[in-house]
């Protein structure tokens, strides 16, 4: 019989076996279960005979394999139970392409648990092809291709459809959700900031990751909030594993649908280390803000505010798209593709603008103060963009370029570099390998030259690379087949900006 128990942002399927014996009546559970899944027996068994089926008078053992995986939870309920009845000939002994999830109520009803949505997925991928839960979460498992639900409410419908007496609950699919993808505002809301704009929509083209400069409300805030709507829509795949993340933290509620908009997180300075990363209880993952942003957005406003350890532990998903939090004996590997976008003051004060006549800070409290994001951390932002305040001409433009056309253009780059890395195991520039880009995809004469000129005066191979993969970027935005020497120009401008 088999069952599914979350483990990290996803599920782990379990074998439940039940051996029933003679000797004294007693019920024992084996294989590491926590309290809430050792306390399964007593809801089984109430479950059980209040819906009108034989608990029986003997020894009988449960037990959970892999034995050394802690589980927790109460999603095991419903295969202990089946497997009981099972295991007393009640019932026909099933397949192995059958996986049960629910809580059991005394009464016999089955009900809802968290993470169905992770565990459908890990029940398909371990090639079961009936899942059967409770009708609470029926729309979350059907969302899952090749995986047949049945839903049930209670322990005796249950059994019905095993005897194909009953076809279950009617899985009814998500009511087309309302998704506003302009939510945090629209790109003609903003004024000016020319250079910026299209520092983020080469941002969204490429998925790069970029800083913002600028003394206070120039305008940062108002730019990282609106470069969601530049992203296009998550494909299926990635919607399912947002969805599980957000629905493990609990930030979504059972049968809410799919999210089908990239995430935009924005934690406050205060933010804890384990809040920011995430951390690890009982072999579950607890996901940081570096998760929920995954496949999404991580603005970090006021970036140099933050404590060190939350910005320093971002090094490794900035390069890897991952996060492993190491605890004892155990390893959870965490999501964290996600785009970064740091905002700053140049100062305490934020007036070192310019000349900065208005700024009231020493040298020494400049030089702390950006020295908070150190220089691994910005080697790995590809866009550095200082702001200047917007002059009075600017706030009496027009309104400039909707975030939808802007949008279309990030679309259709990211549709020639899908079909340029379409046998790759990447398909935004920002993830190539710089080894991949140099041997098989360099720029022309022109911008190669210029590319190693930079190389001589400084560039580091780590900002080349980078140069590199904006300058491709570019490239798709003006639908050229190869970069040329004002896409490395301007990649070199966009890099050379901002914290220095």
């Given at each position: 019989?088999?069952?599914?128990v979350?483990?990290?942002i996803?599920?782990v ?24 899944v ?23 053992t449960?037990?959970?394999s ?18 009981l009845?099972?295991?007393?000939s ?13 809580e ?8 809802p ?30 969302e899952?291709?090749g ?82 709507s530049?992203l ?18 609990g930030r979504i509620?059972?049968?809410h ?12 300075h ?27 957005v ?11 350890p939350c ?17 004892v ?6 999501p ?12 305490p ?15 020494q ?13 910005m ?10 305040r ?9 309104a ?20 340029r ?5 990447w398909?935004l520039n ?6 991949v880009?140099r ?15 930079a190389?001589s ?6 900002g080349?690379?980078?140069v ?8 798709d ?9 004002d ?14």
């Open positions: 019989m088999w069952g599914v979350p483990a990290g996803s599920g399927m379990v074998k439940v076996e039940v051996d029933v014996a003679r000797g004294l009546p007693s019920v024992g559970v084996v294989g590491l279960a926590h309290t809430s050792a306390e399964a027996r007593w809801r089984a068994r109430s479950a059980i005979v209040n819906s009108g089926f034989t608990w029986p008078n003997s020894r009988i449960i037990g959970l892999p034995a050394d995986l802690p589980k927790t939870g109460t999603s095991l309920d419903l295969p202990i139970a089946v497997g009845l099972a295991a007393t009640q019932i026909a002994k099933l397949g192995s392409n059958v996986s049960f999830i629910g059991l109520g005394l009464d016999g009803a089955i009900k648990v968290p993470g169905v949505l992770a565990a459908a997925i890990s029940a398909q991928r371990h090639g079961v092809s009936t899942f059967i839960v409770s009708a609470g979460n029926s729309r979350e498992a059907r899952v291709e995986l047949e639900v049945i839903a049930v409410t209670n322990l005796r419908q249950l059994i019905a459809v095993l005897r194909n007496e009953d076809a279950g609950e009617e899985v009814d699919q998500f009511p087309a959700m309302i998704d506003d993808a302009n939510a945090l505002g629209d790109f003609s809301e903003v004024r000016g900031h020319d250079v910026a704009r299209f520092a983020l929509e080469v941002a969204a083209a490429g998925g790069h990751h970029c800083s913002l400069l600028g003394e206070p409300g120039v305008g940062k805030t108002m730019l990282a909030q609106r470069f969601v530049l296009p829509e998550l494909n299926q795949q990635q919607a399912l594993d947002v969805t599980s993340v957000h629905a493990l933290a509620e059972s049968g649908g799919l999210l089908r908009r990239p995430p935009f997180i924005a934690p406050h205060s933010i804890s280390a384990g809040a920011m990363l995430g951390s690890v209880r009982n072999g579950v993952l607890l996901p940081g803000a570096l998760t929920l942003a995954s496949e999404g991580l603005f970090l406003d006021e970036a140099p505010e933050f404590d060190r910005l320093e532990g971002m090094r490794q998903p900035l390069e890897q798209g991952s996060l492993a939090l190491m605890r004996g155990q390893t959870v590997i965490a964290a593709r996600f785009q970064l976008i740091l905002a700053a003051n140049p100062c004060c934020g007036q070192a603008i310019g000349r900065g006549d208005g700024c009231t800070c020493g040298a409290q400049k030089r702390r103060y950006l020295q908070k994001l150190s220089g691994p951390l080697d790995r932002i590809d866009i550095r963009i200082s702001l200047t917007p002059t009075d001409a600017h706030l009496r433009m027009s400039g370029e909707s975030s939808d056309v802007i949008a279309q253009r990030v679309l259709l780059a990211r549709d020639r570099a899908h079909v890395w379409t046998n790759e195991s398909n920002a993830q190539a390998p710089g080894s880009l041997s098989s995809y360099p720029p022309d004469a022109a911008g190669q030259g210029l590319l190693e000129r190389e005066r400084g560039l580091n191979p780590r080349s690379d980078r590199l993969r904006m300058a491709w970027t570019l490239a935005l003006e639908a050229q087949d190869q970069p040329n020497n896409h490395v120009a301007t990649a070199l401008s966009m890099r050379g900006g901002g914290f220095e």
